[in-house]
């Protein structure tokens, strides 16, 4: 069992490009969440998917930003005209219910 | 004012010390995460609690519901713990307990 997978774990772009942040769930969870860990701040819900449905998006900021979680394959936080302020580690975590949350390594992106 | 309250920010010990990181929350919750973060790392859950105490090899982790306030616990501390460890408050609101609230992590160094 591998685990909450997620790639890149690095990530650099340069101000005006797309991130896309990839996010593979532990085998028999269906239930992703995504945080952000800006710079000297805790971490914060961003959004809570389930197959092919968003749950939960009140912690996305309204624009630029949007998730989802496929049929088959990973789930997906896009990031559009990324700006410097998103600079920050991404963070999913997976569960089979809505408890018992496994961790991801996290990706780190860096806008330049 | 956070949430989730953690101290200290920073600890710093010797090897083989007891070590106590304090979490005080506002919020009612259906259970009290705590966390571990290693440097450029991933996030690794180390406890779920709602109720009295659990133990896992050299982890500690008590909770008191009345007093809204948890401790993490390393005894025979190691450098090897070496790490971020961070409280997340899990919301008793009705069926929103997905999002998390964290506190800012306690970063402990533990010097051989």
């Known amino acids: 069992n591998a685990g909450v997978m997620q790639n890149p774990r690095h990530l650099v772009r340069r101000r005006g490009q797309e991130a896309r942040l990839r996010c593979s769930p532990m085998?028999?969870?269906?239930?992703v969440y995504w945080y952000r860990q800006l710079p000297e701040e805790g971490l914060k819900f961003m959004v809570y998917?389930?197959?092919?449905?968003?749950?939960?998006e009140s912690g996305m900021p309204k624009e630029r930003f949007s998730a989802e979680f496929p049929k088959e394959g990973p789930s997906i936080l896009r990031i559009q005209q990324v700006v410097r302020g998103d600079s920050a580690a991404y963070f999913c975590?997976?569960?089979?219910?809505?408890?018992?949350?496994?961790f991801g390594s996290g990706t780190r992106l860096t806008v330049v | 004012k956070n949430e989730v309250e953690q101290s200290p920010q920073n600890l710093t010990a010797q090897e083989g010390e007891f070590i106590t990181i304090n979490c005080s929350y506002s919020?009612?919750?259906?259970?009290l995460h705590w966390l571990q973060q290693h440097p450029g790392g991933g996030i690794v859950s180390l406890f779920m609690?709602?109720?009295g105490k659990k133990k896992h090899g050299r982890l500690i982790a008590t909770i008191n519901i009345q007093e809204k306030h948890s401790s993490l616990h390393i005894t025979a501390s190691h450098p090897r713990d070496s790490a971020v460890y961070i409280c997340?408050?899990?919301?008793?609101?009705?069926?929103?307990?997905?999002?998390?609230?964290f506190g800012k992590g306690t970063l402990l160094t533990v010097n051989p």
């Open positions: 085998k028999g969870h269906s239930h």
């Open positions: 609690l709602s109720s």
């Open positions: 919020v009612g919750i259906s259970a």
């Open positions: 975590a997976s569960s089979p219910e809505r408890v018992g949350y496994t």
């Open positions: 998917l389930q197959k092919e449905n968003i749950i939960d």
């Open positions: 997340a408050a899990e919301p008793n609101s009705g069926g929103s307990n997905y999002k998390l609230t």
